[in-house]
C-alpha cells in the first residue's frame, strides 16, 4: 500500500520560499513517478508539477513554471517541491502522490495529471499571504 507524507509547509509573505517534502513508503519509491498536486479551498484540484521515475524528465503547471523546482532522492524515498517567489495564489494544500511508471515524460500530461494510487494523505498547507 502506497504510503506519503508531506511536510514543510507554512505562511510566507508574497515573494518568499518554502520546500515541501514527502516521504513515501510502501510501493518501491524508485518504480514510480511522482507528482505534486494542490488544492484551494473551493476550487478543483490540480496537478502541479511531475517527475519521471528515474528524475531525468519534469513538467510543470504553466502559473508555476520558472517558480518551482521539483526533486527526487531516491536513496531517501523522498520528493520535493522548492518553490520560490511565492505568490497569493499558490495558497493550497499541496499533496504529493505515486504516478504510473509511464508518466510525466510529456508537457500535456500536467493538464490532466491524476493521482495514479488516489490520495489517502493529509498534505500539507502553504499560505501565501500578499
Known amino acids: 500500500q502506497a504510503r506519503v507524507e508531506e511536510s514543510g509547509g507554512g505562511l510566507v509573505q508574497a515573494g518568499g520560499s518554502l520546500t515541501l517534502s514527502c516521504t513515501a513508503s510502501?510501493?518501491?519509491?524508485?518504480?514510480?513517478?511522482l507528482g505534486w498536486f494542490r488544492q484551494a479551498p473551493m476550487k478543483q484540484r490540480e496537478g502541479v508539477s511531475c517527475?519521471?521515475?528515474?528524475?531525468?524528465?519534469?513538467q510543470y503547471l504553466d502559473s508555476v513554471k520558472g517558480r518551482f523546482t521539483i526533486s527526487r532522492d531516491n536513496a531517501k524515498n523522498t520528493l520535493y517541491l522548492q518553490m520560490n517567489n511565492l505568490k497569493p495564489e499558490d495558497t493550497a494544500t499541496y499533496y504529493c502522490?505515486?504516478?504510473?511508471?509511464?508518466?510525466?515524460?510529456?508537457?500535456?500530461?500536467?493538464?490532466?495529471?491524476?493521482?495514479?494510487?488516489?490520495?489517502r494523505s493529509q498534505g500539507t498547507q502553504v499560505t501565501v499571504s500578499s
Open positions: 502522490a505515486y504516478l504510473g511508471r509511464s508518466r510525466c515524460k510529456t508537457p500535456k500530461e500536467i493538464e490532466s495529471l491524476v493521482p495514479d494510487f488516489g490520495i
Open positions: 510502501g510501493l518501491s519509491f524508485d518504480d514510480y513517478a
Open positions: 517527475i519521471t521515475f528515474t528524475g531525468g524528465s519534469t
